[in-house]
């Protein structure tokens, strides 16, 4: 089955700057790399994806960025704000229907 | 619509105790899925469905059942409840996607989960 590993655990940051996570998985035919978003005590909700033909993708402050071959991707949030203090959790395909879910990064803004 | 719903919100069980946690979707999609998340932990994949009538096993099955007769419906049954199934279920619900690389898959809509505690 797909390994998945997201560095780092926790990531804690001041409110403006940058964050960055990665997310390295193991299935070389993974094709759909999804970010997920969970507040606390709250349901996941997808907040960016790319598809395997694509290198980057961005939406207002987040972005992702994919490297197949060296089978990694990143999430990036720029500007951050105390509202994206949440838990965020990769979750590349390794199959047609399921996807396999890192164990998530905590990230906490700071004000 | 509702979206992805499930009953109940929390719950407490003795051990040796038996329950179904229910689910449904009025999203009419096809794909549905339960996972649980224990505490600071990721979701595990437990049972999934692509359709009515048909369901497979996830990474954490052991303890755990389940049935899809309707598209709407995919409830998870717990047999003889242990401590170690305490933890926060969720079920979500996504569509297939239509072929080809741009479409091979979707988002997944997830429910409020159930908190299980098991003593």
């Known amino acids: 089955g797909e390994n998945v590993e997201q560095h780092p655990s926790t990531l804690s940051v001041q409110e403006g700057d940058s964050a960055v996570i990665k997310c390295t998985y193991s299935?070389?035919?993974?094709?759909?790399f999804p970010w997920y978003k969970q507040e606390l005590g709250k349901r996941p909700q997808l907040i960016i994806d790319?598809?395997?033909?694509?290198g980057e993708k961005k939406d207002q402050r987040i972005a992702v960025t994919l490297n197949k071959t060296a089978k990694h991707f990143s999430l990036h949030i720029t500007e951050t704000q105390p509202e994206d203090s949440a838990v965020y959790f990769c979750?590349?395909?390794?199959?047609?229907?399921?996807?396999?879910f890192g164990k998530g990064t905590m990230l906490l803004v700071s004000p | 619509n509702a979206g992805v719903t499930q009953t109940p919100k929390f719950r407490i069980l003795k051990i040796g105790q038996s329950m179904t946690l229910q689910c449904a979707q009025d999203?009419?999609?096809?794909?549905m899925y339960w996972y649980r998340q224990d505490p600071g932990m990721g979701l595990k994949l437990i049972y999934y469905?692509?359709?009515?009538?048909?369901?497979d096993k996830g990474e954490v099955p052991n303890g755990y059942n389940v049935s899809r007769s309707t598209t709407e419906d995919f409830p998870l049954r717990l047999e003889l409840a242990a401590p170690s199934q305490t933890s926060v279920y969720f079920c979500?619900?996504?569509?297939?996607?239509?072929?080809?690389?741009?479409?091979?898959?979707?988002?997944?809509?997830f429910g409020p989960g159930t908190r299980l505690t098991v003593l």
């Open positions: 979500a619900s996504s569509t297939p996607g239509a072929g080809g690389l741009e479409s091979s898959y979707n988002e997944q809509f």
């Open positions: 299935d070389s035919a993974s094709n759909y």
């Open positions: 790319i598809r395997s033909n694509v």
């Open positions: 979750a590349p395909n390794s199959g047609y229907s399921t996807l396999t």
């Open positions: 999203m009419n999609h096809n794909y």
């Open positions: 469905s692509v359709g009515a009538g048909i369901t």
